[in-house]
């Protein structure tokens, strides 16, 4: 697999590209770099089943304490590939750029929206 730098991060604005939430917003709530995965804030959300089981260390004490099995719903990790960031200065979805400041003697890298006429600052 091909080593690619994630360049979304926790917080930011994307949209989907593919799949079934295609064309919706949300919010990284994780970035996983090491991976090329980024988790979206209640999109691309899928259902896992889980049975009933008993609790541990419960049956000591008189019956024994059962969990409820059910659904639950979690959101699941996208490609970073088939997300793209929105800009939160021009509102639209965009490729990142890198820029390299100086500031106070050190150098920082900012990202930076490449749609053309925009070009600010991604970080804030
Ligand atoms: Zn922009």
């Known amino acids: 697999m091909a080593v690619t730098k994630l360049k979304i991060k926790k917080g930011d604005l994307v949209q989907i590209l593919s799949g079934k939430d295609r064309g919706k917003q949300g919010r990284v709530i994780e970035a996983r770099p090491s991976e090329g995965r980024v988790i979206v804030e209640n999109l ?3 259902k ?3 049975r009933p089981r008993a609790m541990k260390d419960a049956s000591r004490m ?3 304490q ?3 099995g059910g659904i639950i719903e979690k959101a699941a990790p996208l490609d970073a590939s088939n997300v793209m960031i929105v800009c939160p200065v021009c509102n639209k979805t965009t490729r990142v750029g890198v ?6 003697g050190e150098t920082h890298k900012l990202r930076v ?3 053309e006429g925009c070009g600010q600052e991604i970080d804030r």
Request: glycine share 4%; net charge positive; aromatic share 0%.
């Open 99 to 104: 820029k390299v400041v100086e500031r106070k």
């Open 66 to 68: 059962v969990v409820p």
């Open 44 to 46: 691309n959300m899928i």
């Open 62 to 64: 008189g019956s024994p």
């Open 113 to 115: 929206c490449r749609r």
């Open 48 to 50: 896992r089943h889980t």
